[in-house]
Every structure is written in C-alpha cells, then in structure tokens.
C-alpha cells in the first residue's frame, strides 16, 4: 500500500517554472515505477511523465519534453516534477502515481494502481 500526496501547484503566468512534489508514504517506494498525469477540464487524463524504480530511465509525452524533468529520490520517498517554460495549455490537475510493473519505465494508465488526489496548476497568458 502507498499513499502519494501532492503539493506545489498554483497559479503562474505563461514562461513561469513550478515544481511539483509529491511524497509518498508506506513500503518499498523504490520497488514502483512513478509517473506523472494531467486532466484538463471535460478531458481525460492524459500521461506527462514517468521515472524507472532508480531514477535513470525517464521518459515524456511529446508535448512537454524539453520542458518539464521528472525526478525522485528514493531517499525521501518523494518524487518531482520541474516545469519550466509553462504554457496555457499545461493548465490541469496534476496526479502523482505509482505502478508495481514489470516495465523499466510504466506510461500505460491503466497500469498504475495508487494515485494522489491531485495539485492544480493554472498557466495565465
């Protein structure tokens, strides 16, 4: 069982940097592969990003690479999102997740099986 908690979002203007954090509590947090969703208003929830159980493989959905760098440290049991150069379109609620997978690095939804209750984060223009 692992509990994810979110926090760090807000409100910043179009080109602003934020960095999510999201700290997890129980076992073993370095045996889940951890990933990062957004959902927009009347949208699904859509992959942003995902980190192997090490931290060495990462991988990113097309439209935030080069943008925004997942990362955690397992001695902390917490894992980030650095989002730099933010854009209107990243406004959503941002969901922290973890996935017990066979796969170096898990990107299918369906496969993570413990999410946080989300951080919003609004990008003006």
């Known amino acids: 069982q692992v509990q994810l908690v979110e926090s760090g979002g807000g409100l910043v203007q179009s080109g602003d940097s934020l960095r999510l954090s999201c700290a997890a509590s129980?076992?073993?947090?370095?045996?889940?592969?951890l990933g990062w969703f957004r959902q927009a208003p009347g949208k699904e929830r859509e992959f942003v990003s995902a980190?192997?159980?090490?931290?060495?493989?990462?991988y990113y959905e097309d439209s935030v690479k080069g943008r925004f760098t997942i990362s955690r440290d397992n001695t902390k049991n917490t894992v980030y999102l650095q989002m730099n150069s933010l854009k209107p379109e990243d406004t959503a609620v941002y969901y922290c997740?973890?996935?017990?997978?066979?796969?170096?690095?898990?990107?299918?939804?369906?496969?993570?099986?413990?999410w946080g209750q989300g951080t919003q984060v609004t990008v003006s223009s």
């Open positions: 997740a973890a996935a017990a997978s066979s796969e170096p690095v898990e990107v299918q939804r369906t496969n993570y099986k413990y």
């Open positions: 129980g076992r073993m947090f370095s045996e889940y592969s």
């Open positions: 980190t192997s159980r090490s931290g060495l493989l990462t």
